[in-house]
């Protein structure tokens, strides 16, 4: 038999009130000991919700990135899509990591964004290149230094950032450039939900 849920909040005024949800495909719960009230972080909901993804380039010890190169990713998002995005950015040696919106870039790899839940059927949508040749890199918007180290004891740097919200249909530049002297270990690596 089906119950239906009419929430305090939508069309009635109760004098008792019980806690209730809606999940992802819409149905509505009242919350009691079999089925409690869900408390997540945000990006773990998503995650469950397959509207987690993400995005990286690697180079590891036999193909390290060189002095004065550097890893571009770019990014955009279709129309209506406000993607929330974290980046992280590591570099065995000292690194500057940038962020760039509205960039104008051609060519490059194409990527496909690898689903965070990988149960899910949704696709992501995004379209993504690696190592694109920049015309214009865009508006800076994001900047952080990414210390590395040399020598016997260094362990190398890493740089991450908080979660920022972006605008469909723009083109983002995530960059990271080796500036240690020396060819390093590196990776950049975006993660999102949409």
């Given amino acids: 038999m089906a119950v239906s849920i009419e929430r305090e909040s939508q069309t ?49 010890n036999a193909t390290k990135l060189a002095d004065g190169a550097s890893c571009n990713i770019a990014i955009a998002w279709a129309s209506g899509v406000y993607a929330h995005l974290l980046i992280d950015a590591s570099c065995a040696g000292n690194a500057e990591l940038y962020m760039y919106e509205g960039a104008t870039v051609s060519g490059g790899t194409s990527f496909t964004a690898i689903k965070r839940n ?40 890493g740089a991450g950032s908080l979660e920022i919200i972006l605008n469909p249909l723009t083109t983002y530049l995530f960059r990271l450039t080796n500036v240690s002297g020396a060819a390093q270990m590196a990776e950049l690596f975006l993660e999102w939900y949409e």
């Fill in 118 to 157: 990988r149960t899910s059927t949704t696709t992501s949508q995004s379209a993504i290149l690696i190592n694109p040749t920049v015309t214009v890199t865009g508006t800076e918007i994001d900047a952080e230094l990414v210390a590395g180290g040399s020598g016997k004891k260094s362990g190398g740097g």
């Fill in 12 to 60: 009635t005024k109760a004098r008792h009130v019980n806690p209730a949800y809606v999940d992802k495909d819409g149905a509505s719960y009242i919350t009691s000991s079999d089925r409690p009230f869900p408390i997540v972080d945000i990006n773990h909901l998503r995650l469950h919700e397959g509207r987690a993804f993400k995005a990286y380039r690697i180079y590891p």
